[in-house]
């Protein structure tokens, strides 16, 4: 932020929020009955949409409709909803990405300002820093900082508007109390409202404190536990003539370390044949039809037993596959996995891509960890598996 614009940060102190009692609310909101029961609904709901996203990804590559581009949108946005499900029931907390501070205030913003009539602008500096967060909570957390701006324009000023900036900033030891001295990525949230007043000022960050007739709240001190659950602090500046700024201070990170895929070690004869492996008759299909665009032959098959038999008859004459891509659930037959680790020993140069439901970044891990040389997470369109094919054949 510009000198002129940096507010007189003041962060909660003394009337800090009392975050066991928040993580208490959290955990009785989410039921350990309902766990297994949102896990389920959301990998139901990704395997709906991988079937659903594949097609509508191929249909608007071959016409290019417009309207088959906003549907791979709304396709995308459930993907997201459904991975959120799964951060939910596994827990949140260690669900971290690298994200960049356009994404997380633009969303924020797209949902809380919903059906607003204030002008919200976005003003993020030229090389801001991206943040390594878990993306659910952190978006929530400006959510909540948006809605509470939104709250400040009742009644409207003569043009209510919001400002969401972003932008780095190096802090020198004791600058910010409670941050150590380092890079940090500087949220702001803008009010033209009507301030709060030097009475409230020190509780709004107090647990079910509300100058609100219907308010719960716990918005402002839900976004408190989680930004310092992030290694940040947030501070607040305010004056009833001008409005309301609340600052955030998140550690920036340095690079996304998030790996999707890597290439195989070894280089031998292209086959020009992929080998797929699924349960679902349709997925087969809509995956058969993307690595045509490719120009990919390819087999598809069931389960593990029927993946083995193909492998083994081209390893035989001297053209295994260029990749196999196993799907890691298979109903009443053999998984990817177990599949893999067999074709493993009996081909180690074999190049496994893993295909699966879950939070993508622990399934990535996982895959990896297993000797897959790539990860697929469901559902997937045309681009994200040319990419990972790219990656896992670049040494052929």
């Not at 600058?175 to 009475?199: H, K, M, Q, T, W």
Request: glycine fraction near 10%; aromatic fraction near 4%; charged fraction near 25%.
């Amino acid at each position: 932020m510009t000198p002129e614009s940096e507010p007189s940060v003041s962060p909660p102190g003394a009337s800090r929020p009392d975050e066991a009692l928040y993580a208490a609310l959290v955990k009785a909101d989410r039921s350990e009955s309902l766990v297994p029961l949102v896990a389920g609904l959301a990998r139901e709901i990704n395997e709906h949409l991988t079937r659903v996203l594949a097609a509508v990804s191929l249909a608007k590559a071959a016409d290019g409709d417009p309207s088959l581009a906003k549907a791979e949108e709304a396709c995308l946005a459930a993907r997201e909803t459904a991975d959120r499900m799964l951060g939910l029931a596994k827990g949140g907390g260690d669900l971290q990405m690298v994200v960049s501070p356009r994404e997380i205030l633009t969303e924020a913003a797209k949902i809380a300002g919903a059906g607003s009539s204030a002008e919200i602008s976005f003003h993020v500096r030229e090389g801001v820093d991206p943040v390594r967060v878990d993306r659910g909570q952190v978006v929530q957390a400006f959510q909540n900082l948006v809605r509470n701006a939104l709250d400040a324009l009742s009644p409207p000023p003569q043009r209510p508007r919001i400002q969401l900036a972003a932008g780095n900033v190096a802090l020198a030891e004791g600058r910010i109390a409670g941050l150590p001295a380092g890079d940090y990525v500087e949220f702001e949230v803008r009010d033209n409202g009507c301030g709060i007043s030097a009475e409230n000022l020190p509780k709004i960050w107090d647990p079910f404190f509300t100058t609100k007739k219907h308010g719960s709240g716990l918005g402002l001190s839900a976004a408190v536990a989680i930004v310092r659950r992030h290694g940040g602090e947030i501070g607040v500046d305010s004056d009833p003539a001008v409005g309301t700024v609340i600052t955030v201070f998140l550690p920036g990170a340095a690079r996304a370390p998030e790996v999707r895929a890597h290439a195989a070690p070894s280089q031998r004869f292209r086959s020009g044949r992929i080998l797929v492996m699924d349960d679902d008759e349709m997925i087969r299909s809509l995956t058969g039809k993307m690595l045509e665009q490719f120009d990919y032959k390819f087999d598809t098959v069931r389960d593990g037993e029927e993946a083995i038999a193909h492998y083994r008859r081209y390893l035989d004459i001297g053209r295994p596959y260029d990749a196999v891509i196993l799907d890691l659930a298979i109903a009443g037959g053999m998984g990817g996995e177990e599949t893999f680790a067999k074709l493993l020993a009996m081909d180690p140069d074999v190049r496994g891509i893993a295909s699966g439901t879950g939070e993508r970044n622990a399934l990535a891990e996982r895959c990896l960890a297993l000797g897959f040389c790539g990860c697929l997470p469901r559902p997937y369109r045309p681009s994200e598996l040319g990419k990972v094919l790219g990656t896992v054949l670049s040494s052929s």
